[in-house]
T-cell receptor, first 110, second 113 residues
Framework: ELKVEQNPLFLSMQEGKNYTIYCNYS?????LYWYRQDPGKSLESLFV?????AVKQEGRLMASLDTKARLSTLHITAAVHDLSATYFC??????????FGAGTILRVKS | EPEVTQTPSHQVTQMGQEVILRCVPI?????FYWYRQILGQKVEFLVS????????KSEIFDDQFSVERPDGSNFTLKIRSTKLEDSAMYFC???????????FGNGTRLTVT
């Protein structure tokens, strides 16, 4: 059974700083997803990582996947207040089941 | 941009009552899902549905739960006899194929009293 672990679970950052959220998963998962959730809202897809070494960037966020280490990272560059949200990584278990990590609550302070 | 729509946005029900949560997935999507999230905590998988049948279900999805795609557009989740611990936000999601992300609806907040 696929288990997905994120750390840290809570991250308080100053605006302008860089930081990385880590996502480890327990068994083979050939697809890794990142989602953003604002309080009381739905889950918004950020990135889909399909292969080892995949790197995707959108604005101040960059995601990467290392399938050998079973690790994905979400790097935040020069954080701004608008990035405050909860970020989830999720792996696709064999079959048709997306398994989510516990989420990282990001607070960017001005 | 097409989106997954869910109704109602909030449902209050008494313990032991049946509820039906409704979803209209994006029209060309083939895979459908229900997830739930208790008070901003972890997003828990309930069930996936493909080709008019359940493809995966979790331990949470016991005999009290069922899903249906009655008319080719709606996708419903029924809870036969609700319990207090069923109170949560229920999200419907859909996707086109294996490499595409799940697109989530805005959720139905279910409160069981």
């Amino acid at each position: 059974e696929l288990k997905v672990e994120q750390n840290p679970l809570f991250l308080s950052m100053q605006e302008g700083k860089n930081y990385t959220i880590y996502c480890n998963y327990s068994t083979t998962s050939d697809r890794l997803y990142w989602y953003r959730q604002d309080p009381g809202k739905s889950l918004e897809s950020l990135f889909v990582l399909l292969s080892n070494g995949a790197v995707k960037q959108e604005g101040r966020l960059m995601a990467s996947l290392d399938t050998k280490a079973r690790l994905s990272t979400l790097h935040i560059t020069a954080a701004v207040h608008d990035l405050s949200a909860t970020y989830f990584c999720a792996g696709m278990e064999y079959g048709n089941k997306l398994v989510f990590g516990a989420g990282t609550i990001l607070r960017v302070k001005s | 941009e097409p989106e997954v729509t869910q109704t109602p946005s909030h449902q209050v029900t008494q313990m032991g009552q049946e509820v039906i949560l409704r979803c209209v997935p994006i029209s060309n999507h083939l895979y459908f899902y229900w997830y739930r999230q208790i008070l901003g905590q972890k997003v828990e998988f309930l069930v996936s549905f493909y080709n008019n049948e359940i493809s995966e279900k979790s331990e949470i999805f016991d005999d009290q739960f069922s899903v249906e795609r009655p008319d080719g557009s709606n996708f419903t989740l029924k809870i036969r006899s609700t319990k207090l611990e069923d109170s949560a936000m229920y999200f419907c999601a859909s996707r086109t194929g294996n490499n595409s992300p799940l697109h989530f609806g805005n959720g139905t907040r279910l409160t069981v009293t």
